[in-house]
């Protein structure tokens, strides 16, 4: 495969934009080389500036669950893009697209739209904040909850309970106030609590986590921090950006029958546009702007566009629920596969796989927590991606991101894709 423009536009782009884009995965740093530039993409395939066609695994990282340029999303965006793109007083797509957010997911009676995951997650723990009175929060190492600085914290040494910033211009004020817990550990979290008695506002967690690779929780371990929230007088906050439409109608909440205070939203629900959300019961929700004192707002919120394509997505999974069984035996179909394969190799290798997430590990420890995923061997990622990218499959370019599958992939596909890992798994 040829990548002549890709890295040509690549180049042009570094002059312009900061890393050439504007999201730092997308430029291709944990695996090397210059990354593709996509021209189109149609259903489960992405086509690049160059020509080339690629198996798409990402799903643009988790929103094109019915796959791309899906003809109901697209005629509801173009319909609705002729009567004025963007109006800054309220319509009815925002109470639609509302009630049928709510009509799909246990236990939440309001919704509240915004631009994207990371502002969600970042209203979810004000809200949680202002509604118990406290100010800590838990989080859990390599969850991530989007950019904002209340998450941009990592573990601090051994003494302290509190986090440091993991990213200049993070102020050590902010991490003071986030405590940082090992995944799938709950005598930690125990821990955490006793120590920061009457404290914590929330727990914030990726119910099944995405961002470390898929990494599942343990039996347990999510009724036991529901457990721990309810002792300790402290809302648990399911961060279903990645989750929420994905694993099942009713997303993480659902599969796991674990009930959150408030669940954020984010991909799924935008349909491929920019939406993130976030809902709970009234007593919550209504402490938020204008009804109660908790601040929060947005110019393009509830935006149009942005609610027809999340409306049409939405409606469509809502409609067609074999989809998620569809999806979830394509993946295993994938995942036996890629047992198959690489069994006959000498690699060491873990797959994590829940529904339509799945992730590929080179280590031989069980990946459960960020500690266990970040023992892969990244020099055999990095030859895997890359050696699948020139057969023509597009993975997510980096061993701590989940794939996506969407509805549009077909077996042929998935065979292909297992074709050419024969082929890759030989140069690892
Ligand atoms: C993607 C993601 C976010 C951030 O969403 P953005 O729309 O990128 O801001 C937050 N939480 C999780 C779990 C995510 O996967």
Same mark, same amino acid.
């Given at each position: 495969? #040829?990548?002549?423009?890709?890295?040509?536009?690549?180049n042009?782009?570094?002059?312009?934009i900061?890393g050439?884009?504007?999201?730092?995965?997308?430029?291709?740093k944990?695996?090397?080389g210059?990354?593709?530039?996509a021209?189109?993409?149609l259903?489960?395939?992405?086509y690049?500036e160059d020509?080339?066609?690629?198996i798409?695994y990402i799903s643009?990282?988790?929103p094109?669950i019915?796959g791309?340029a899906?003809?109901?999303?697209i005629?509801?965006i173009?319909?609705t893009?002729k009567?004025?793109?963007?109006?800054?007083?309220?319509?009815?797509l925002?109470?639609d697209?509302?009630?049928l957010s709510?009509?799909?997911?246990p236990g939440?009676?309001?919704i509240?739209?915004?631009n994207?995951?990371t502002?969600?997650c970042m209203?979810a723990?004000?809200?949680?904040?202002g509604f118990?009175?406290?100010e800590?929060?838990?989080k859990?190492?390599?969850c991530?909850?989007?950019h904002?600085?209340s998450?941009?914290?990592?573990a601090?040494?051994?003494?302290v309970t509190?986090?440091?910033?993991?990213?200049p211009?993070?102020?050590k004020?902010?991490?003071k106030?986030?405590l940082i817990?090992?995944y799938?550990n709950?005598n930690?979290?125990?821990?955490?609590?006793?120590? /920061?008695?009457?404290?914590?506002?929330?727990i914030?967690?990726?119910p099944?986590?995405? /961002?470390?690779g898929c990494?599942?929780?343990?039996?347990?371990?999510i009724?036991? !921090?529901r457990?721990l929230?309810d002792q300790?007088?402290?809302l648990?906050i399911f961060?279903e950006?990645?989750t929420g439409?994905?694993?099942?109608k009713g997303?993480?909440q659902?599969?796991?029958?674990v009930?959150?205070?408030?669940?954020t939203?984010g991909?799924?629900?935008?349909?491929?546009?920019?939406?993130?959300?976030f809902?709970?019961?009234?007593?919550i929700?209504?402490?938020?702007?204008?009804?109660g004192s908790?601040?929060q707002a947005?110019?393009?919120?509830g935006?149009p566009l942005a609610m027809s394509?999340?409306?049409?997505?939405l409606?469509e999974l809502?409609? /067609?629920d074999n989809?998620?069984?569809s999806?979830d035996?394509?993946?295993s179909?994938l995942e036996?596969?890629?047992?198959?394969?690489?069994?006959k190799?000498s690699?060491?290798f873990k797959?994590n796989r !829940?529904g339509?997430m799945?992730s590929?590990?080179?280590?031989?420890?069980d990946?459960?927590d960020f500690?266990?995923?970040?023992?892969g061997?990244n020099?055999k990622f990095?030859k895997y991606f890359?050696?699948m990218l020139?057969e023509?499959?597009y993975l997510p370019?980096s061993?701590?991101?989940?794939?996506?599958l969407?509805d549009?992939?077909?077996y042929?596909?998935?065979?292909?894709t !297992?074709?050419?890992?024969?082929?890759v798994?030989?140069? #690892?």
């Amino acid at each position: 495969m #040829l990548y002549k423009r890709s890295s040509m536009l690549f180049n042009e782009a570094k002059k312009y934009i900061p890393g050439g884009v504007n999201s730092p995965v997308r430029a291709f740093k944990s695996v090397g080389g210059s990354p593709i530039f996509a021209s189109k993409a149609l259903g489960a395939y992405v086509y690049d500036e160059d020509g080339n066609k690629y198996i798409d695994y990402i799903s643009s990282w988790g929103p094109m669950i019915l796959g791309h340029a899906h003809p109901k999303v697209i005629k509801a965006i173009s319909e609705t893009a002729k009567n004025g793109t963007s109006f800054g007083m309220p319509t009815i797509l925002e109470t639609d697209l509302a009630k049928l957010s709510l009509s799909m997911v246990p236990g939440m009676e309001k919704i509240r739209f915004v631009n994207s995951g990371t502002e969600a997650c970042m209203s979810a723990i004000r809200l949680a904040r202002g509604f118990t009175n406290k100010e800590k929060i838990i989080k859990f190492s390599g969850c991530y909850h989007g950019h904002s600085d209340s998450f941009l914290i990592e573990a601090g040494s051994g003494v302290v309970t509190f986090g440091t910033p993991n990213s200049p211009g993070v102020t050590k004020g902010t991490a003071k106030d986030t405590l940082i817990a090992p995944y799938n550990n709950l005598n930690y979290v125990k821990e955490l609590f006793q120590k /920061n008695k009457d404290e914590v506002a929330a727990i914030i967690i990726e119910p099944v986590a995405g /961002n470390m690779g898929c990494v599942i929780p343990q039996n347990g371990f999510i009724e036991g !921090l529901r457990k721990l929230c309810d002792q300790n007088n402290c809302l648990l906050i399911f961060d279903e950006v990645m989750t929420g439409f994905r694993l099942a109608k009713g997303g993480a909440q659902e599969v796991l029958g674990v009930n959150a205070d408030i669940v954020t939203y984010g991909k799924v629900i935008g349909g491929g546009l920019p939406v993130g959300a976030f809902s709970s019961r009234n007593e919550i929700m209504n402490k938020l702007s204008p009804e109660g004192s908790v601040y929060q707002a947005g110019t393009l919120s509830g935006n149009p566009l942005a609610m027809s394509a999340g409306l049409a997505t939405l409606s469509e999974l809502k409609l /067609n629920d074999n989809i998620y069984q569809s999806l979830d035996e394509k993946s295993s179909y994938l995942e036996k596969g890629m047992y198959e394969v690489l069994g006959k190799t000498s690699l060491d290798f873990k797959i994590n796989r !829940l529904g339509s997430m799945i992730s590929l590990h080179f280590c031989s420890e069980d990946v459960i927590d960020f500690k266990t995923s970040q023992k892969g061997n990244n020099e055999k990622f990095k030859k895997y991606f890359h050696g699948m990218l020139k057969e023509g499959v597009y993975l997510p370019p980096s061993a701590f991101e989940s794939y996506f599958l969407n509805d549009a992939l077909t077996y042929d596909d998935v065979d292909f894709t !297992l074709d050419a890992l024969i082929k890759v798994s030989k140069t #690892l």
